[in-house]
């Protein structure tokens, strides 16, 4: 306690000479040592130049705060020790790479990137229940500490797991330039591995705790277990859930304890209904550290909010450390965040990240939030317009829009997702506005952006799924045409806005609710991408729950404090006939069939389904479109209500599920020719038609025929079925019409004659069995 008392006094500035340099990728015309922390030269080890000690005094302020006082004080010159002294450390002049933390042979090693810094300090806290001011701040001479851009120092002695660090950086403080240099905030690695701050989400005590880098090189290995492999799913077979991992078991009704309750650990505790569902991907809405409190750090509209869904980032390689379990820090994150993944890929289940690399928690010029970034190196970082006041660009309706195609960013991205795949597993990624990728410095669009094509062929990268969200907040649509290289699968945008104005009556929608049942072609059939390139979705995070989509005509986002400014104003939806909740029978038959209905749409589809968590049992936020800021029932899986309609919604749900699993016709590897469907259809051009009806051909893949049909009339249709193949006869599979367990049939069991009525706003799905 004497030695920690006596270090907390003292901050460190230390100076050592240079070492010859190489050039290294990832950044322009940039250098660093050949040597390692194992290989220095012996005549650097033999010498370090002075060290001055700077005494460290608090004092008060007239207005309650406090400031730093500094008194120089001259120490002995020492030689580079290969064991530092009792309550001492020594620096060595380090090295510009691995970027971020890491343990040589001699020390701990930091090295930051910052092209237009003036002054770097690395702060260091060995006390971290106590970070109101660093233990040692060490000044890096940027003649002696920096190769290039990359600025770098070598500790000898420092403590290999439970510090905490930070950086002070300086620079050129001209607005009208573009930097946001503040030599007083202690920022955050961007390359930090792991993440401190406060442990419990949404803990009230902590809401301005300050973010720092930490680490801990003496865990063993994960143990990922004899045996272990991943799942490696064909992308045809893929059946997507996205979930909010944190409202998956955050709510009472999930029967875990307090502390699991929205962790890592609750998550393997559900997995059992994940199988049952039968879904085989979960795509995992963002769990990179991320700051839940962005909303009240000052007076607004929205500062009654907790940031749930996570779509702001502020650090790209550590996982999110108020997810593990009974706020057990960043160090239990990660390992828990490695169990999690081990259990479900055990189960079968591929893991997907939702990851935000479009824009970061920074905020914008308005009222900006220094925390990494933006006080590293604002130009670099940021795609900047000098010609404006507010000179962030804001693609990503955040605030600020990060510089993907920045040589020295583009690196980051690349080191982020390979450390993913590497260090946990992770079988693929979803890349929100990720039309943002496609842009360049200056924000104008690419048609073959760098960073894309970095990811399409990055050897580390090269198995797993890589899923666009094809759009962003400033026009930039690219449904169909997101730069590819035959990699990339797409949200399909035009997928849910056909669907949901076909299922719900609209006229002149016949053709294309045809051309994406069949896969969209339209889109997707070129070079060499195939009908699973194309992601089918009806609902998402964003937007209405399926359940709401059938009860509201109009978003109700009153709750999120902006008058029902926020949200979607055209959401393509139908209430049934009354808006929100009634006890009106008919209303709710009609409602619980839509729903049905375009399930079996996304099940017959070509392409790749994705549902949402919750939809299997109908999961209502009462017509909030925008609940992105509810850490409440809203957002909340809600397991009673499940248990409630297990035996009717949920097992429609998953009986539709895996017979899409098992048919062959269904999830095809390649776009359908005329031999393999065939249309019942001989008046493409009407525009009052609701009705449409086709057959599935199993030809050589076997599996028998599919017949399948939709009537989003409002009156009940008579139906002319097709004669089914020789020696077969059609069985009923689907009829959404029928109340359960009738609506889905496992066993066919009911026969199919040449009629059959149709009702209102249902579909069907017949089989052709021996």
Sequence with gaps: MATLFKLSQWRFSCLSSPIPNRSFPGTTNCAVSPHSGSSLSSSFQKRMDPVVLKLRSREELHD?????????????????????????????????????????EKGINFALFSQHATSVSLCIYLEPSSTDAPTQVIELDPHKHKTDNTWHVLINELPLKGVLYGYRVDGPKGWGEGHRFDSQKVLLDPYAKLVEGRRVFGDLSQKMANFFGTYDFTAAAFDWGEGYQAPSLPEKDLIIYEMSLRSFTRDESSGLEQGVRGSYLGLIEKIPHLKELGINAVELLPVFEYDEFEFQRRPNLRDHMLNTWGYSTINFFAPMSRFASNGGGPVAASNEFKQMVRALHNAGIEVILDVVYNHTNEADDEHPYLTSFRGIDNLIYYIVDLNNYVQLANYGGCGNTFNCNHPVVMQLILDSLRHWVTEYHIDGFRFDLASILCRDTDGKPLSSPPIVKA?????????????????????LYLVGHFPNWDRWAEWNGKYRDDVRRFIRGDARMKGPFATRLAGSADLYHNH??????????????DGFSLYDLVAYNMKHNAANGEAGQDGSNDNLSWNCGVEGETNDNGVNAIRNRQMKNFQVALMVSQGTPMILMGDEYGHTRFGNNNSYGHDTVINHYQWKQLESKRDFQFRFFASTIRFRKEHPLLGRESFLSDNDVTWHEHDWSNPESRFIAFTLHERNLGGGDLYVAFNSHNFSVPVEVPAPPSGKHWVRVVDTNLPSPDDFCDEGKVRVGNHYEMSSFSSVVFHARS
């Design 64 to 104: 309650g705060t406090s400031k730093i006082r500094h008194t120089l004080r001259p120490c002995a010159a020492v030689e580079a020790p290969t064991t530092a002294g009792a309550g001492s450390f020594t620096c060595e002049r380090g090295q510009a790479l691995p970027l971020g933390v890491s343990q040589v």
């Design 455 to 475: 990811i399409a062929h990055d050897p580390v990268l090269r198995n797993t799924k890589l899923i666009a969200e094809p759009w962003d907040c400033g026009g």
């Design 528 to 541: 060499n991408r195939k009908p699973y390139h194309s992601i089918n979705f009806v609902i998402a995070h």
